[in-house]
């Protein structure tokens, strides 16, 4: 078996089988081969595909390329992944609260890439937060805490790291059955019994169409239970920001004031609620989805999910006193400017791919990955859809370093809201669920 006779076969449609799958993926993460049979490989497969099996084969295969971690703990070890979005801080929410619930959580996460942006950042704002604090501190967090939230290691599924490089390079990046095997390759690495899936649709989310948001929830789906975990999956919207802020330090603002109750955003408690009671069921912890989420209200209404966040920054590395003292501990930007309605009427349309870029113009994301980020930067005070706004009134407010970066963003921002006489239909947080006897 070689590289030329695996890539030759997904050329002319035979698929993936495991040995092969293996095979390949043994290569990628030890070099043996190359960038350029890497890069034929992902076309072929971006062209032909691999159909179900072969996604379940190479999803197998690039986990097993690296550490499969494995658990002791008296409880079920279950994990949430989204496909990104704006504002979106669900993960520091959800996290806390299961492990309130009584679930494990290794929550391994990514950084923000383009528009959308990353859990890690946002932990890394913290002062002192270890979000790379290696597979051991892992271990002894989630056992002690019941969560950590930090990012994968070399070791947890190497030949995804590097096919995920040559699909950047090789046009491929849109093929499901490449996305549906990086994605959980890397979460099925972490060993987990259950994992809910949170799949975007809308302006600011990849799949911005609700077929391409079903096919790839559908191929998630059938390819995690395939490969042996647990899994289901929400179609959530992205039609705009998912919370009222949308930049590193400002969204873990927002989530404190969340878990501490001083200001709810509803939109994220929901969605939250939503996905752990999925996760819950995944877990056995609930009969149903309402059941789960019912016990994930009480722990966020409690203090319980704050108290446990707290401790998981304590464990690693953060302030002891962080949530006591959240306000005291993020950085702030110098420049704050606000953008106003250019005329009164209700808000009917959000750019919210758009935002995320105002958001990356400003610094607070990547264009590539070796970009330092400006986590104090971004927007607050999100209008949303339905919202009646008078004309002067703040659609946002531009968190920046300097005027310059203000302006610009002030008018990218305004140029994302549309404004209507009409009061225009709010769009539903859960678009859909696809559970395993959906793909069975």
Same mark, same amino acid.
């Given at each position: 078996?070689?590289?030329?006779?695996?890539?030759?076969?997904?050329?002319?449609?035979?698929?993936?089988?495991?040995?092969?799958?293996?095979?390949?993926?043994?290569?990628?993460?030890?070099?043996?081969?190359?960038?350029?049979?890497?890069?034929?490989?992902?076309?072929?497969?971006?062209?032909?595909?691999?159909?179900?099996?072969?996604?379940?084969?190479?999803?197998?295969?690039?986990?097993?390329?690296?550490?499969?971690?494995?658990?002791?703990?008296?409880?079920?070890?279950?994990?949430?992944?989204?496909?990104?979005?704006?504002?979106?801080?669900?993960?520091?929410?959800?996290?806390?609260?299961?492990?309130?619930?009584?679930?494990?959580?290794?929550?391994?996460?990514?950084?923000?890439?383009?528009?959308?942006?990353?859990?890690?950042?946002?932990?890394?704002?913290?002062?002192?937060?270890?979000?790379?604090?290696?597979?051991?501190?892992?271990?002894?967090?989630?056992?002690?805490?019941?969560?950590?939230?930090?990012?994968?290691?070399?070791?947890?599924?190497?030949?995804?790291?590097?096919?995920?490089?040559?699909?950047?390079?090789?046009?491929?990046?849109?093929?499901?059955?490449?996305?549906?095997?990086?994605?959980?390759?890397?979460?099925?690495?972490?060993?987990?019994?259950?994992?809910?899936?949170?799949?975007?649709?809308?302006?600011?989310?990849?799949?911005?169409?609700?077929?391409?948001?079903?096919?790839?929830?559908?191929?998630?789906?059938?390819?995690?239970?395939?490969?042996?975990?647990?899994?289901?999956?929400?179609?959530?919207?992205?039609?705009?920001?998912?919370?009222?802020?949308?930049?590193?330090?400002?969204?873990?603002?927002?989530?404190?004031?969340?878990?501490?109750?001083?200001?709810?955003?509803? #939109? /994220?408690?929901?969605? =939250?609620? @939503?996905?752990?009671? %999925? *996760?819950? $069921?995944? &877990?056995?912890? +609930?009969?149903?989805?309402?059941?789960?989420?019912?016990?994930?209200?009480?722990?966020?209404?409690?203090?319980?999910?704050?108290?446990?966040?707290?401790?998981?920054?304590?464990?690693?590395?953060?302030?002891?006193?962080?949530?006591?003292?959240?306000?005291?501990?993020?950085?702030?930007?110098?420049?704050?400017?606000?953008?106003?309605?250019?005329?009164?009427?209700?808000?009917?349309?959000?750019?919210?791919?758009?935002?995320?870029?105002?958001?990356?113009?400003?610094?607070?994301?990547?264009?590539?990955?070796?970009?330092?980020?400006?986590?104090?930067?971004?927007?607050?005070?999100?209008?949303?859809?339905?919202?009646?706004?008078?004309?002067?009134?703040?659609? #946002? /407010?531009?968190?920046? =370093?300097? @005027?310059?970066?203000? %302006? *610009?963003? $002030?008018? &990218?921002?305004? +140029?994302?809201?549309?404004?209507?006489?009409?009061?225009?239909?709010?769009?539903?947080?859960?678009?859909?669920?696809?559970?395993?006897?959906?793909?069975?």
């Amino acid at each position: 078996m070689d590289a030329r006779s695996i890539i030759a076969g997904v050329r002319d449609g035979q698929g993936l089988p495991a040995e092969a799958a293996a095979w390949f993926a043994a290569g990628l993460a030890s070099g043996a081969v190359s960038d350029a049979q890497a890069g034929a490989f992902a076309m072929a497969v971006f062209l032909k595909g691999i159909g179900a099996g072969g996604r379940v084969a190479l999803t197998r295969a690039m986990r097993d390329s690296g550490q499969v971690l494995d658990w002791d703990l008296p409880g079920p070890v279950i994990d949430k992944h989204s496909t990104g979005g704006i504002g979106d801080s669900v993960s520091l929410l959800l996290a806390p609260a299961l492990a309130a619930c009584g679930v494990y959580v290794p929550m391994i996460s990514g950084r923000g890439l383009g528009h959308t942006g990353g859990t890690l950042d946002k932990m890394e704002t913290i002062p002192g937060y270890r979000a790379l604090p290696g597979v051991e501190a892992l271990r002894k967090v989630v056992a002690e805490v019941g969560c950590a939230i930090v990012g994968a290691t070399d070791e947890i599924a190497p030949a995804d790291k590097r096919l995920y490089g040559i699909r950047d390079i090789s046009g491929t990046v849109e093929s499901i059955d490449l996305i549906t095997a990086s994605i959980l390759s890397k979460k099925l690495a972490a060993g987990l019994d259950g994992l809910v899936l949170d799949v975007k649709v809308g302006s600011g989310a990849f799949m911005a169409r609700m077929e391409d948001a079903e096919a790839l929830a559908r191929s998630l789906v059938a390819t995690a239970n395939g490969a042996g975990c647990r899994c289901s999956a929400l179609i959530t919207d992205m039609s705009q920001s998912l919370g009222h802020s949308a930049g590193n330090a400002l969204e873990v603002l927002e989530v404190m004031e969340t878990l501490t109750g001083s200001a709810v955003n509803e #939109a /994220l408690w929901d969605v =939250t609620a @939503a996905l752990g009671g %999925e *996760a819950l $069921v995944l &877990a056995g912890k +609930a009969e149903t989805m309402d059941d789960g989420a019912a016990m994930i209200d009480h722990a966020l209404e409690t203090g319980r999910a704050a108290e446990v966040f707290g401790k998981m920054v304590a464990a690693l590395g953060g302030p002891l006193d962080f949530v006591e003292r959240y306000p005291d501990r993020l950085p702030s930007a110098p420049v704050l400017v606000p953008v106003t309605a250019p005329r009164a009427g209700f808000v009917t349309r959000v750019d919210a791919r758009a935002l995320g870029e105002a958001v990356v113009r400003l610094g607070g994301g990547r264009l590539v990955g070796t970009d330092r980020i400006i986590p104090s930067v971004g927007l607050s005070g999100l209008a949303v859809i339905g919202e009646e706004m008078d004309a002067g009134e703040p659609l #946002a /407010l531009v968190h920046a =370093t300097t @005027a310059d970066r203000a %302006e *610009a963003a $002030v008018a &990218a921002v305004r +140029a994302a809201y549309g404004l209507s006489a009409e009061m225009p239909e709010e769009p539903p947080l859960i678009h859909g669920r696809i559970g395993p006897e959906d793909v069975a």
